[in-house]
């Protein structure tokens, strides 16, 4: 697992880099994909558990099994091994192609930020809702080649596109299911530390208490470490006036975090309203309300203090005093 580090460049250069911990970590990104993987909120999931895909795995397994003997023995011992493994890669690339739209997308909020653009959290919504709207429609594509021939995982006529099938379940297995971090609950049945219901987890991102931030087995620690090391200096001067300076910069870091998914997840509310906000038929009024109230339960229990401020609701600029 050490040599994903290395993006395929290993040299002696990225190894003393990586001894000194001067990476990018994917400790968060695979709780991110496991998490999306064990709860299977629809979208995507739906066709990894239908016959269609069973048969794409079916495929992949004779290809492979010419070449690999010991897999079609395996296969043969556990059925299901396989298919998982491909269940696994299949969600991992489905979340590469959603990181690498919303990465784009945080991108040119930070550039109209820059620009003086975006001067409230409603206009950083709306920027948000209108850049998730505008990748609504695409394609979730994957495809690998076996021993010359061409597999589709993620078929064209699976018709899978990035808001419905991968952003909404996303919002819905990471920003509020989620999973508690290994060693901050039981997982003993005995002890009812977590609800038998899979519907009823609470430990993601927007219910998430930040402050075991930076503790051992926690995975933000590490995401919020590399949001350190990216820092853009004026955020991190900022930081650096408040609280405890430095010393207490991950939690900082990973508050503003928790307000940046509250931000995304309001725009993912916006962006699947069943019918535009400013609509004046009372009915798709009611409608647009009904979408809204079952958000509004789900978000009940979440960290909604994370929300609080202390004065008026105005985003600085950079150079703004």
Not at 41 to 67: M, P, W, Y
Not at 130 to 135: M, S
Request: charged share 15%; aromatic share 10%; with cysteine.
């Amino acid at each position: 697992p050490v040599f994903r580090f290395f993006n395929g460049e290993l040299n002696w250069g990225r190894l003393w880099r990586h001894l000194n911990h001067d990476r990018i970590n994917f400790e968060y990104a695979e709780y991110c994909q496991k998490a999306m993987l064990w709860h299977g909120t629809g979208g995507l999931d739906a066709f990894l558990e239908s016959e269609n895909f069973a048969g794409i795995c079916r495929q992949v397994g004779r290809l492979k099994q010419r070449h690999d003997p010991l897999l079609g023995l395996l296969g043969a011992l556990f059925p299901q091994f396989l298919p998982e493994l491909i269940r696994s890669a299949a969600t991992t690339h489905a979340l590469g192609q959603f990181w690498r739209v919303m990465s784009d997308l945080f991108l040119d909020l930070a550039r109209a930020h820059r620009q003086g653009q975006i001067t409230s959290i409603a206009s950083i919504v709306e920027f948000v809702k209108t850049g998730l709207v505008a990748a609504a429609g695409l394609p979730i594509r994957y495809a690998v080649q076996l021993h010359g021939a061409t597999v589709a995982i993620l078929p064209e006529d699976a018709q899978l596109t990035f808001l419905m099938d991968v952003a909404v379940p996303y919002v819905e297995a990471v920003f509020l299911r989620g999973m508690p971090f290994l060693g901050t609950l039981s997982f003993n049945a005995q002890a009812t530390q977590i609800p038998h219901d899979q519907g009823q987890f609470g430990y993601g991102a927007l219910f998430a208490d930040p402050l075991p931030t930076m503790g051992a087995g926690i995975p933000p620690s590490l995401l919020m470490q590399d949001m350190y090391r990216h820092l853009p200096p004026d955020l991190e001067a900022t930081y650096r006036t408040q609280g405890r300076g430095v010393v207490d910069i991950h939690v900082k870091i990973c508050m503003s975090f928790q307000k940046a998914m509250f931000c995304v997840t309001n725009g993912a509310i916006n962006g699947t309203m069943p019918h535009p906000l400013d609509d004046p038929d009372p009915r798709h009024q009611s409608a647009n309300r009904d979408h809204c109230m079952g958000w509004l339960e789900r978000l009940r229990q979440a960290q909604l203090t994370a929300l609080e401020a202390s004065g008026p609701e105005v985003i600085r600029t950079p150079g703004h005093h």
